[in-house]
């Protein structure tokens, strides 16, 4: 039984050798599902040859032009509509500063050629002179709220005009 010794302790070294084999391999493959899963390659896209592309890009050009032509005479219309409109501010407005700068002068020049003696109708003037001032500040302010008008108009068709020069340079690419 004395030689059987090392033959048996050989043997328990072998079994504790594949044992620890056997948990190395077990978390080697525990997760070999999942990396199976992720390994996978999937075809996002397909590839098509350069003539077919060259024509479906034409085909959609062909078809995209006609549109962008006619929204381009839109835009260009109510381009010109604005700038109508504009002018037509522009011209009301100075209409209405040259309304006001008459009003004053001719109050002025009134007021220089009749004295007024009595405090009485210095106080008339006086209140005359508050309304005229009302009314000069709420022309002014809407002298203001116009050109805020006609500038924020301004700047809309000044984009719409990018967007549109960017639409005509990424169709004609």
């Given at each position: 039984?004395?030689s059987l010794?090392?033959?048996?302790?050989?043997?328990?070294?072998?079994?504790?050798?594949?044992?620890?084999?056997?948990?190395?391999?077990?978390?080697?493959?525990?997760?070999?599902?999942?990396?199976?899963?992720?390994?996978t390659t999937?075809?996002?896209?397909?590839?098509?040859?350069?003539?077919?592309?060259?024509t479906a890009?034409?085909?959609?050009?062909?078809?995209?032009?006609?549109?962008?032509?006619?929204?381009?005479?839109?835009?260009?219309?109510?381009?010109?509509?604005?700038?109508?409109?504009?002018?037509?501010?522009?011209?009301?407005?100075?209409?209405?500063?040259?309304?006001?700068?008459?009003?004053?002068?001719?109050?002025?020049?009134?007021?220089?050629?009749?004295?007024?003696?009595?405090?009485?109708?210095?106080?008339?003037?006086?209140?005359?002179?508050?309304?005229?001032?009302?009314?000069?500040?709420?022309?002014?302010?809407?002298?203001?709220?116009?050109?805020?008008?006609?500038?924020?108009?301004?700047?809309?068709?000044?984009?719409?005009?990018?967007?549109?020069?960017?639409?005509?340079?990424?169709?004609?690419?």
């Open positions: 039984m004395s010794g090392p033959a048996v302790s050989s043997l328990r070294s072998s079994i504790s050798l594949l044992e620890s084999s056997i948990n190395l391999l077990d978390t080697g493959v525990s997760d070999y599902r999942r990396l199976q899963k992720v390994l999937q075809q996002h896209f397909e590839l098509l040859p350069e003539p077919t592309l060259r890009q034409q085909s959609i050009l062909d078809e995209i032009t006609p549109a962008i032509s006619g929204l381009l005479g839109t835009a260009e219309a109510h381009i010109t509509q604005l700038a109508r409109r504009e002018e037509s501010l522009r011209a009301r407005s100075e209409l209405l500063e040259g309304r006001v700068e008459s009003d004053r002068r001719r109050r002025d020049s009134a007021l220089e050629a009749k004295p007024m003696p009595d405090r009485a109708r210095q106080g008339s003037g006086k209140h005359v002179n508050d309304v005229k001032a009302l009314e000069l500040k709420r022309l002014r302010q809407k002298k203001e709220r116009l050109q805020y008008a006609v500038g924020r108009l301004e700047l809309e068709s000044r984009q719409r005009q990018r967007e549109l020069r960017k639409s005509m340079a990424a169709v004609k690419d």
